[in-house]
């Protein structure tokens, strides 16, 4: 039997935050790690993952205009590499993003750029379970034990840690679903906290897979301090 043909896969990448909650003089996607800027990680593990043809980063409108810091934004495998201007709240952006994917691939993944560690094996995972049901994220047990609170911090409730999951990214989706699910809720995407919840909200299914602990968001100083020791 032939093989059947590969999937083809675009990656969009949010980076067009300010990221107010680890203060210096550039937001934190362009502060060095290693080196190199932050966002520089999870674009080269992407440019060289197997069957990516296509990326669409969302920048903030200034960084756009600066060639000299966009300047490593070019692929190394001949991904087709496309810079959008983002919006005011992450669903926005990512929908800016989403809008120029051309031609429309199968699949897509979207990812922070404050991730710069996504694991291979969690992501290819997560591929195969978006083929199967719809869409799938990476995620991982909670550690803690969560309390819902009311306005003046009393506990109304503790959670149940079994069924509760951390999400991360990458988020993949089946690209025509996930195009409808937006579509559905534009005007109202500052609403929402992640691209799986507005994909449930248009009734699709995700699944999570297990991600990683080294897959972390740098959102505060520590973190990155965090980052800069897991190259070490
Ligand atoms: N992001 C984006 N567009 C926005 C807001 C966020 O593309 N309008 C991106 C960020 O650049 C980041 C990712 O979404 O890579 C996750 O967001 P977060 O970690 O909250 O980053 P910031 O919003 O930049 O940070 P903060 O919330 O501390 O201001
Ligand atoms: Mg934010």
Do not use: C
Request: cysteine-free; hydrophobic content about 45%.
């Amino acid at each position: 039997m032939l093989p059947s043909k590969p999937l083809s896969l675009a990656v969009i990448i949010a980076a067009a935050g300010s990221g107010k909650r680890l203060p210096g003089s550039v937001p934190k996607q362009w502060r060095l790690l290693g080196g190199i800027p932050l966002l520089a990680h999870s674009f080269r593990f992407f440019d060289a993952f197997p069957g990516v043809q296509q990326f669409a980063i969302a920048l903030d409108a200034q960084t756009l205009a600066m060639s000299e810091r966009t300047g490593f934004l070019v692929s190394a495998h001949g991904v087709n590499v496309r810079l959008v201007e983002g919006g005011g709240e992450r669903q926005e952006s990512v929908w800016k993003a989403l809008e120029t994917l051309d031609p429309a691939p199968d699949i897509v993944l979207i990812h922070d750029a404050a991730r710069p560690f996504p694991p291979v094996d969690g992501v290819q995972l997560a591929i195969e379970m978006a083929v199967r049901e719809g869409g799938a994220i990476l995620a991982r047990p909670v550690t803690e034990t969560i309390k819902r609170v009311n306005g003046n911090g009393l506990i109304i409730e503790t959670l149940d840690r079994s069924v509760l999951r951390a999400a991360q990214t990458p988020q993949v989706f089946q690209y025509g679903a996930l195009m409808r699910a937006y579509e559905k809720f534009v005007g109202q995407l500052a609403q929402f906290t992640d691209d799986a919840v507005i994909f449930e909200a248009a009734g699709g299914k995700v699944l999570v897979v297990n991600g990683s602990e080294n897959n972390f968001k740098v959102t505060h100083p520590e973190d990155f301090e965090r980052a800069e020791n897991l190259l070490k």
